[in-house]
């Protein structure tokens, strides 16, 4: 594992945690996930994707986000050591929702299992 590997998983945690704990922003509401980490190189730069779920308004969750970039990054500074604490940016990850969205489509569908039709033909036998 690389140490931009153990930088990353650390920040997720910090982050995770300071949305459910220390961000007081009302926008940043609902539950937030931090869905991955991507750190330069050279340990300047994080990306934090993070995915939403029950936000009433997820432009407004995200510019809460980013008005918490200062506290986001002293925290993970007094956390993390490192020769640079990286410059934070917020990125949204639809996947969660796009996921969701697929589920009610395939619920929506009405498809017999094999297990199904395999009773449905013994009973008419």
Do not use: W
Request: proline share 2%; net charge negative.
């Amino acid at each position: 594992m690389e140490r931009t590997d153990r930088v990353e998983e650390e920040i997720k945690k910090i982050v995770g945690s300071l949305i459910d704990n220390g961000i007081k922003d009302p926008r940043v509401n609902g539950l937030i996930s931090v869905t991955k980490v991507i750190v330069s190189k050279d340990m300047k730069y994080c990306k934090i994707y993070v995915s939403m779920i029950g936000t009433k308004d997820i432009d407004e969750a995200m510019k809460g986000l980013d008005s918490a970039k200062g506290v986001v990054r002293k925290e993970i500074g007094s956390k993390i050591r490192t020769f640079n604490t990286p410059e934070v940016k917020f990125i949204y990850d639809d996947s969660m929702a796009y996921g969701q969205h697929i589920d009610d489509i395939i619920s929506g569908l009405n498809i017999k299992h094999d297990d199904e039709e395999n009773e449905e033909s013994n009973n008419e036998e």
